[in-house]
């Protein structure tokens, strides 16, 4: 099977788990709820701060190279080591070979999508190192052998049962539905794992050029043990993670706590300059930052795509959209879930495997509503559409049909006497279907037909 009908059929199956929608939908409410709540608490204008947001952006995007090389060389100045990667092979093969120098057998990781972007856990175990996450939700989908669900929120498709059933068969805790008690269980085990890892890594929410750091927003804290205990720190970002003033940060931290999990702020952020000073007790003697790139600069330079780069990875374009709602995060099969996974998918990963997320859409634009950097997603999905049906792999049938289509709906006679011929060859509609397929039913009516009896009726 292709992807595109494993991804129809894994659809199909969420869509149908009656049990899987409740709590997603659960999930959700209980986002609506707290985002919109501290939304107009936080904000006197939401508008203009997405505007204002969306300006720093464009601003950052038009010097992109320049501030690259200021935060490089802060961040040298400071200690601390930088390496490019242009592919995530580049990216994994760096730590790797860190992991070698330092003779490391574990490794502790807080959540950050860019090193499942490069699929950092397999390259690492591949080499016999243990790779431990940190973050609650993404330690839950690592002991059920899954990946995260959801870009900011892993595990918002597992129940407090499930979590307990997972740690009690994984982590031999005892069973029990007090949440409170789950953390804790995470917590315990994890305190190990800190002090015993040769590195630590993370991701980075903003890079700061005129001060050479990162920075780091989460609300466990294991972050900031991920980036303390250990003797090396690694940091995977992508180079679009960039702002250019540390001033930038009042707008932004709030902005991603608001969009990301209602909160007015998030509960641990931590601005990193470099490794451990030499006046300094504690803190890492190595810190290396590895800039990602991994198809970025592709779409840098391609002005209708690069706005996709504004992207501050909030996740709130995936709990407004329906199609997510329906199906769920695992469906797509993707680092990078819901619309800003099906606009930058096929671009990191290939149009001939993905170009068919472009049409997980219903194109409502509830994800461009909701974006704080104003990025409309929606568009760039048609986008995509345009792309894959000009460039790609789609079949001259497509375009022919295309063409007889965009022929018929332009005039409603034409398409008056295409649905005649449609219902008089209906017999005929098998032939075009693979033994087991049930072909679409065409109404006998049409829609004109039945809005009219609607309207006699009421
Ligand atoms: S596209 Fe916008 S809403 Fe979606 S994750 Fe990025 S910043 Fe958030």
């Given amino acids: 099977m292709s992807e595109y009908q494993h991804f129809l ?9 009656a049990a899987h929608r409740q709590k997603l939908d659960k999930a959700i409410a209980s986002y609506d709820q707290q985002v919109n709540a501290t939304k107009s ?6 508008g203009e701060a997405r505007a204002l947001a969306a300006a720093i952006k464009n601003e950052t995007l038009a010097h992109l190279p320049d501030l690259l090389e200021q935060f490089e060389k802060n961040f040298l100045a400071a200690g601390g080591k930088i390496f490019w990667a242009e592919t995530a092979t580049d990216a994994a093969s760096y730590v790797k070979a860190l992991a070698q120098k330092h003779q490391v057998k574990r490794v502790v990781k807080s959540k950050s999508m860019t090193t499942e972007e490069i699929h950092l856990n397999e390259n690492l175990e591949k080499i016999g190192v243990e790779v431990w996450e940190s973050d609650l939700g993404e330690l839950i989908v690592q002991l059920n052998n899954e990946k995260p669900y959801h870009i900011v929120t892993p595990a918002m498709h597992k129940s407090k049962e499930e979590i307990s059933r997972l740690f009690h068969d994984r982590l031999k805790a005892p069973l029990t539905d007090n949440a409170e008690e789950l953390t804790m269980i995470a917590r315990r085990h994890l305190r190990d794992v800190y002090l015993t890892s040769g590195i630590g890594i993370t991701g980075a929410n903003f890079l ?4 050479g750091a990162i920075v780091v927003t989460e609300n466990e804290g294991n972050a900031r043990l991920s ?12 180079i679009e993670k960039m702002l250019p003033r540390f001033s930038d940060l009042s707008l932004f931290l709030p902005l991603l706590a608001t969009s990301g999990t209602g909160q007015e702020i998030t509960s641990y952020n931590s601005i990193v300059f470099g490794p451990r000073h030499f006046n300094e007790s504690d803190g890492p003697t190595e810190m290396h930052v590895i800039l990602l790139d991994n ?7 391609q002005e209708k795509f690069r706005e996709i780069l504004r992207c501050i990875r909030c996740g709130a374009c995936l709990n407004a959209c329906p199609v997510f709602h329906t199906i ?4 797509y099969n993707t680092t990078y879930q819901g619309p800003i996974g099906s606009v930058i998918t096929p671009h990191y990963n290939g149009f001939a495997k993905f170009q068919h997320l472009a049409a997980a859409s219903s194109l409502c634009g509830a994800c461009s509503d909701v974006c704080p950097v104003l990025f409309y997603i929606h568009h760039l999905l048609l986008e995509n559409r345009y792309e894959a049906v000009h460039r790609y792999h789609l079949s001259k049938f497509w375009h022919a049909a295309m063409r007889v289509y965009a022929w018929a709906m332009s005039d409603s006679r034409r398409l008056q006497s295409m649905r005649t011929w449609l219902l008089r060859l209906r017999p005929l509609q098998r032939l075009f279907f693979r033994t087991g397929e049930t072909p679409p039913e065409l109404s006998v009516k049409s829609f004109h037909e039945l809005w009219a009896e609607h309207e006699n009726k009421s």
């Fill in 41 to 46: 608490r936080q904000f006197k204008n939401w």
């Fill in 227 to 238: 980036m303390a205990c250990p003797p090396v720190h690694v940091v995977i970002a992508g």
């Fill in 208 to 211: 700061i050029a005129d001060l």
């Fill in 328 to 331: 769920g995060g695992h469906s």
């Fill in 295 to 301: 198809g970025r600069s592709a779409l840098y330079q």
């Fill in 9 to 17: 059929h894994r659809s199909a199956v969420k869509a149908n788990d």
